[in-house]
């Protein structure tokens, strides 16, 4: 059995709108039950810590994974008390997810302790993982050597496109597809909404919430393979 970090955002405010964001609640539910499914241990963290503020999107909320996260005791215990990212040690932890959500966008990427614990976990040999907004929080990463954690390898995440779809790009403080080509990832994608996951040199990453419990699927597989060597 391993132990799993969830990272989610502590941003509640949509750029300059009046509009709430924060963490999606299925990009969290949906890996959060494969991961237990799979015997592991979940933590959850975040930036500020304390109770993340949590979006369940139109015609979610019906869905089993959400009901039976936003209704499990354990699950809401652990989330009204979220680790902040200073407080946490990256050593416990073999795999780190970053869950998606608009908020992502504003507090993943300039949060020097989210960095610390995903660069921590990687040089460990542990698994970086995110979906949909949450590789915002790979953008700032980077190796030993220097370079970006993710030059060269092969990202998803939520694209250009489907931003465009939901009249956010010009609320966005930037888009996620061609900040991380800047920082030298292959970016691959599939069609708006459907479901696209890559997995490069202990990176997993997905590019919207249908590719959530795929992502998660991934990290359990490199886990295993860890430790089957």
């Known amino acids: ?3 799993i970090l969830l990272a989610v955002s502590s941003h509640d405010t949509l750029g300059d709108t009046d509009n709430k964001t924060g963490y ?14 799979a015997g592991h241990e979940v933590d959850f963290v975040s930036v500020l810590g ?3 503020p949590a979006v369940v999107f139109d015609g979610e909320e019906n869905d089993p994974g959400i009901v039976a996260f936003l209704a499990d005791a354990e699950v809401r215990a652990k989330l009204a008390a979220t680790k902040p990212a200073a407080q946490v040690a990256s050593a416990d932890y073999s795999a780190i997810f970053y869950v998606g959500g608009h908020g992502a966008m504003w507090d993943f990427p ?9 660069t921590e976990i990687y040089a460990d040999g542990g698994v970086v993982s995110a979906v949909c907004h ?4 790979l953008l700032n990463l980077r190796l030993p050597d220097g370079s970006y954690l993710v030059a060269g390898k092969r990202i998803s995440s939520f694209t250009n496109e489907e931003e465009a779809s939901l009249g956010l790009v010009e609320v966005m403080p930037f888009l996620l597809e061609e900040r991380l080509k800047e920082r030298g990832a292959r970016h691959a994608k599939s069609a708006n909404y459907v479901a696209h996951t890559e997995s490069d040199q ?8 249908a590719s959530a419990a795929v992502v998660a699927e991934l990290v359990v597989e490199e886990l295993k393979r860890a430790a089957d060597r």
Do not use: C, W
């Open 24 to 37: 999606s609640v299925s990009e969290a539910a949906h890996p959060y039950y494969v991961f237990a499914a």
């Open 110 to 118: 300039d949060s020097p302790d989210l960095a610390r614990l995903a």
């Open 134 to 137: 949450g590789p915002a929080g």
């Open 1 to 3: 059995m391993a132990k």
């Open 50 to 52: 304390g109770e993340p």
């Open 202 to 209: 202990r990176v997993i990453t997905g590019q919207n919430p």
